[in-house]
């Protein structure tokens, strides 16, 4: 395979990628009534691990090791991009929309920018300060449904306070996988991190079917099992390889450019498979925050 050919590749798995990812927040919607919200996060990430350990296997045969060394670490990783970022995602999507989900999610880029300036002292410019700006006001106008005429009266709905709480997680997983050294490639990484997640999950899972609160319960039968492959194989294994595969040809920058296109993936499906209105407010957040996300993840030198 030639240069110019491998690069197309990477541009359509660039595409493909966010497409991938917005099938979880389909996956999240349909859901409820089906599968309770820890059982799904843990079927997913126990079905990517298996089907990435099988290509990962190798290399964690011969590292194993140094599997223990930094075993936290993976419990750690595992709790806030598994455990959060997987179970509550599920949770916030009972009472807000598959949009809601993707716009807010996108915010991440920004707060990990956000929490590096705070966190690892990495000087931010006026630029990157304006977009940061921009993205939390679109993020605002979007869970206020574009009220801002009677901005104390507003209703904050729960399943946006749910994914908002995803997005922080997302960005300390970023943060720490970016601080914290490893002797493992991205996907053996990954498959360590997936465990160390469902390890985290398992007695949350327990205690979820042991309680009688509702949307608790899972329905097991071919619309559950249909979730959890779904979720497990497209925005889980299927996704992250897409990923590391585009960014080993374009490089970590372009390839974060994915993460933008999200939300106009997210409100699509929502759109065509779940019914639900793309709203004017959805719009003009989208106006605020997919430009605020661009000046934010400027690199010093260029912003």
Request: charged share 10%; proline share 4%.
């Amino acid at each position: 395979m030639g240069p110019k050919t491998s690069e197309r590749l990477a541009f359509v798995l660039l595409l493909l990628t966010p497409a991938l990812w917005s099938v979880n927040y389909l996956v999240a919607r349909l859901a409820p009534g089906e599968i309770a919200p820890h059982m799904l996060a843990l079927g997913r990430w126990a079905l990517a691990a298996c089907v990435l350990g099988v290509f990962a296997f190798a290399e964690l045969k011969a590292k194993r090791h140094l599997i223990l060394k930094n075993a936290w670490h993976y419990l750690v990783l595992g709790a806030l991009g598994m455990w959060v970022c997987g179970a509550w995602v599920y949770i916030g999507a009972r009472s807000t929309s598959a949009t809601n989900i993707a716009l807010i999610y996108s915010l991440s880029p920004a707060f990990i920018v956000l929490c590096a300036s705070v966190w690892l002292h990495e000087k931010l410019r006026g630029i990157q300060w304006l977009g940061i700006a921009l993205a939390m006001a679109g993020l605002v106008h979007v869970v206020i449904k574009g009220q801002w005429g009677n901005l104390l009266a507003v209703r904050f709905v729960a399943g946006d306070l749910w994914i908002l709480a995803c997005a922080f997680s997302w960005a300390g997983y970023a943060l720490l996988m970016k601080r914290w050294p490893t002797d493992f490639s991205p996907m053996a990484r990954l498959v360590l991190t997936a465990i160390g997640g469902c390890i985290v999950l398992l007695p949350f899972t327990v205690i979820e079917a042991m309680s009688d609160l509702p949307l608790t319960q899972t329905l097991w039968g071919w619309k559950s099992f249909a979730l959890i492959v779904a979720s497990g194989l497209l925005p889980g294994a299927l996704a992250y390889w897409a990923y590391g595969a585009a960014q080993k040809s374009l490089g970590a920058a372009r390839t974060a450019m994915a993460l933008y296109m999200g939300p106009l993936y997210g409100a699509l499906l929502g759109w065509a498979v779940l019914g639900e209105a793309v709203s004017a407010y959805h719009a003009i957040g989208a106006a605020l925050i997919l430009p605020g996300l661009y000046l934010a993840s400027l690199s010093p030198k260029s912003a």
